[in-house]
């Protein structure tokens, strides 16, 4: 098992804004960290600097060394999963304990199709 | 080629860290504390000097210091009120790594100069030229260091032809930010090379 993990309910990863996201964080860590946070987040990759919006943090604090725990957030209206040649902006979940370095990431597509927008850039 | 898809795109560049040659940074830090934590890192623009800086930063964080990482671009000047409040809020217990020294005006850096030597622990610059510090470590390029980091980017398999990497190594006269830069916009054009 990974040390730590995002699940979400039915497997889904694609959802449409303002849809509330159904999951589960575990956790099996050799002691319990000071806290376990779970963030919504978007950020931006591609040729240019990154940007990056944090939508909804939910803290767990002395989680113990090993649990699960279920968790929902809404989705904003916006912005949507898309992708150009140059820009990509990506929906993700990440779990992260303090102290430590321990990350996991699910990434999720936000948009009313359930796809990520594709940006057509005229050759 | 989507852009989170491309291997040149930003962050997985940024995840590829300063490759030191020929000194450890453990070799570095004692070389930093001979100078009394006051030197410049040195080189052209494209050469590594921020990522040197920034896990530099890392390093002297996990030895116990303060540090303070000022960026100073054409985006985010350091004009002379700026400096003044930064001088204001330094502390004697903090590093000041200040990331592009150069575009600081010769008056304020004479003041931040002589100020960091009593009111900041030590001051580490990152410069084009040397001569506002002594130099720390001067950063260089070369086409195998080029070849190195774009074969840790690329997909196994995808090698890219070593001559299109010397050729963007000499037409971008060493600038490895710049060759990848360009290596992100063929990737962006096409499937594969």
Same mark, same amino acid.
């Given at each position: ?37 779970? $963030? ?19 803290? %767990? ?21 898309? $992708? ?7 929906? &993700? ?6 102290? =430590? $370095? ?22 | 080629?989507?852009? #989170? ?9 940024? &995840? ?12 570095? %830090? ?10 410049? @890192?040195?080189?052209?623009?494209? $050469? =590594?000097?921020?990522?040197?800086? !920034?896990?530099?930063?890392?390093? %002297? ?8 990482? @000022?960026?100073?671009?054409?985006? /985010? ?22 990331? =592009? ?11 931040? #100069? ?23 470590? !001067? /950063? ?5 260091? %080029? ?9 196994? =398999?995808?090698? @890219? ?17 710049? /060759? ?7 990737? &962006? ?5």
């Amino acid at each position: 098992m990974d040390r730590l993990a995002v699940t979400f309910d039915k497997s889904r990863t694609a959802f449409a804004p303002r849809e509330t996201v159904y999951g589960t964080i575990r956790w099996n860590l050799d002691a319990s960290p000071r806290h376990l946070e779970l $963030s919504l987040f978007w950020y931006t990759t591609g040729k240019g600097t990154r940007d990056v919006g944090v939508v909804q943090t939910q803290r %767990l604090d002395k989680p113990g060394a090993h649990g699960t725990k279920d968790f929902s957030f809404t989705l904003p209206e916006s912005p949507y999963s898309f $992708s150009g040649r140059l820009i990509s902006l990506i929906w &993700a979940l990440e779990l992260t304990s303090s102290p =430590g $370095s321990e990350i996991a990431r699910q990434e999720i597509t936000v948009s009313p199709t359930g796809r990520e927008v594709i940006l057509d850039t005229p050759r | 080629m989507k852009a #989170k898809d491309n291997p040149f795109a930003v962050e997985r560049v940024h &995840a590829i860290r300063y490759r030191l040659q020929n000194t450890t940074f453990e070799r570095l %830090l004692v070389r930093l504390h001979d100078m009394n934590y006051r030197g410049a @890192i040195v080189g052209p623009e494209g $050469s =590594g000097k921020t990522t040197l800086l !920034e896990d530099l930063r890392q390093r %002297l964080e996990q030895e116990g210091f303060k540090t303070r990482l @000022i960026f100073v671009n054409d985006t /985010c000047p350091l004009d002379t009120p700026a400096c003044r409040r930064l001088l204001a809020e330094m502390t004697r217990d903090q590093i000041v790594l200040l990331d =592009g020294a150069d575009l600081i005006r010769r008056s304020d850096w004479a003041i931040m #100069k002589r100020y960091t030597i009593t009111h900041a622990y030590g001051v580490v610059i990152t410069a084009h030229h040397p001569g506002r510090l002594p130099t720390l470590l !001067e /950063c260089t390029t070369s086409p195998e260091l %080029l070849r190195e980091i774009v074969a840790e980017l690329l997909p196994q =398999g995808h090698p @890219i032809p070593a001559e299109l990497l010397d050729s963007l190594y000499q037409r971008h006269q060493g600038n490895l930010r710049a /060759c990848l830069r360009e290596l992100y916009d063929l990737y &962006a054009r096409n499937d594969h090379i």
